[in-house]
C-alpha cells in the first residue's frame, strides 16, 4: 500500500472518531513526530557558536563588512 491509500484510509478512520481523547492523543502524537522529524534536518548551534557568531557580526559592522538592508533590497528587485 503506497502513501497516499494509507493517508486516506488513516482519513476515513480518523473521521469516523467520536471520542475526543483519541483525537487529542493523534494530535499530540502527530505533534512529537514532526518535531522530532524537524529536528533530524535542523540541528542546534551551541551556546559557544552562537556566541562567537554574534562576536563575528559586530565585528563585521565596526570594520564596514555588512550590506545595508536597503542595498540588498536594491539587488534582489
Avoid: C
Amino acid at each position: 500500500m503506497n502513501i497516499d491509500s494509507r493517508k486516506l484510509l488513516f482519513i476515513q478512520e480518523f473521521l469516523r472518531l467520536n471520542n475526543e481523547d483519541i483525537i487529542i492523543g493523534l494530535e499530540k502524537t502527530m505533534k512529537q513526530l514532526k518535531i522530532k522529524q524537524y529536528e533530524k534536518i535542523i540541528k542546534p548551534i551551541s551556546l559557544d557558536q552562537f556566541n562567537e557568531e554574534i562576536n563575528q557580526a559586530i565585528e563585521d559592522s565596526r570594520n564596514d563588512k555588512v550590506i545595508k538592508a536597503t542595498e540588498l533590497r536594491k539587488k534582489w528587485n
